[in-house]
């Protein structure tokens, strides 16, 4: 009995002792949050009341740091400047620029001034010079424009895309030309130029045109090399005493001038009739005959119309200018146009004749030169030596 009354105390006992903890750690937790409320509502005295937001310090902006201005870039002078010269060359070989020549290039030179164009006008003494200085300008570094010999032309417009702008005519009248040519004249029993190899060649010299320079790129084209495919090559002093050995057979084709060879035949006619008089004047006829005739080279009538070189023609020198990018189409046609007027005047006729030999200008554009540049391709002849 005793012992079922102290089980059941110690039981109750227990149940007390839990119940009582419980209870005051409720009460505990529960003070602790009111006393963590009472401090989030209390002010920096320690008093409670409404929570005071207060606004941000206000803090001055910062400004972006800048670099220090660029100065300013002074305008690049304008191409025809005084400190941008346009150079404009003359091939004057062996250095013949005597003093009514000279007067003439510092007229041109003048001339521009008046138009606010600066350009350096020089004597060079070949087309080697000229053509470096179109395609790369000139030794002082100014783009170069130069009057140069059509072969030079050429080379420049596929080295370094110039441009040919004018050219000249030559003669007087009806007989006013653009270029040069030749009758290639032969035996009866020679076909072709090409039927030239092997055989002997007449001329007039190694530095004429007509009889030798303009054949020789002929024959070029076809195949014979001048210097090495004929069997002899003979030098006469004049055109009739070449016509007579082609006719004696010391050689088997000459060129000769076209306005010539017919008077020329007359002449050969006249003679071998004194020293025989049972010549008859068709053996000529049966014995030579032309075996390439002389391409059109007359001053076109109709520019509107002109074609531009024939087949068979060698253009005279002309004027080149490097390519609009190195000197702009524009300022070109400027410099083209104030050497036309310029040759309208009293001193610029000092240019057509000191310095140019010619009558007068023609103005040309490359499509000008497309038989002329077909004939050099075909050739494979630098006249340059241009590399």
């Not at 009582?20 to 409720?26: D, E, G, T």
């Not at 003669?171 to 040519?181: C, D, I, N």
């Not at 039927?195 to 076809?222: E, I, K, N, Y």
């Not at 004939?375 to 630098?382: F, M, P, S, T």
Request: hydrophobic share 40%; proline share 7%.
């Amino acid at each position: 009995m005793l012992y079922h009354v102290k089980q059941w105390n110690t039981n109750c006992g227990r149940c007390i002792i839990n119940r009582r903890a419980s209870f005051w750690l409720i009460l505990a937790a529960g003070a602790v949050l009111l006393a963590l409320v009472a401090a989030g509502c209390s002010n920096d005295q320690g008093e409670t009341g409404p929570v005071v937001t207060r606004p941000p310090t206000a803090i001055p902006p910062t400004p972006t740091p800048r670099s220090t201005a660029l100065p300013d870039v002074p305008n690049v002078p304008l191409l025809g400047d005084n400190q941008r010269p346009i150079a404009l060359l003359f091939v004057l070989p062996d250095g013949n620029d005597d003093s009514k020549a000279v007067d003439a290039k510092n007229a041109l030179r003048d001339y521009f001034r008046e138009l606010d164009i600066t350009i350096d006008v020089q004597f060079v003494e070949d087309d080697a010079v000229a053509l470096k200085a179109v395609c790369n300008q000139s030794e002082e570094g100014y783009p170069t424009a130069a009057w140069v010999n059509p072969f030079t032309m050429i080379i420049a417009q596929d080295k370094c895309e110039a441009v040919p702008v004018l050219t000249v005519n030559r003669g007087s009248g009806r007989a006013l030309s653009v270029g040069q040519t030749a009758d290639i004249v032969s035996r009866a029993d020679v076909s072709s130029i090409s039927g030239l190899r092997s055989l002997a060649f007449c001329r007039l010299g190694a530095d004429d045109f007509t009889s030798w320079v303009f054949p020789s790129l002929v024959m070029a084209s076809q195949g014979v090399d001048p210097l090495t495919d004929l069997s002899a090559v003979h030098d006469y002093p004049n055109n009739l005493s070449m016509l007579r050995a082609l006719y004696d057979g010391d050689c088997s084709a000459a060129a000769f001038p076209p306005d010539e060879l017919e008077n020329l035949l007359d002449e050969l006619a006249d003679e071998l009739h004194d020293e025989d008089e049972n010549f008859v004047p068709g053996t000529l006829d049966e014995t030579i005959k032309v075996l390439r005739s002389a391409g059109d080279a007359s001053f076109p009538t109709d520019a509107e119309r002109w074609q531009g070189f024939e087949s068979g023609v060698i253009p005279y020198d002309g004027l080149v200018f490097p390519p609009e990018r190195i000197i702009p189409a524009d300022l070109r046609q400027q410099i083209v146009e104030g050497i036309l007027d310029f040759a309208d005047s009293r001193a610029g006729q000092g240019l057509l004749d000191d310095i140019l030999d010619a009558s007068g200008f023609v103005e040309v554009a490359p499509d000008d030169y497309r038989a002329f540049h077909s004939l050099i391709v075909q050739a494979k002849w630098d006249m340059t030596f241009a590399e």
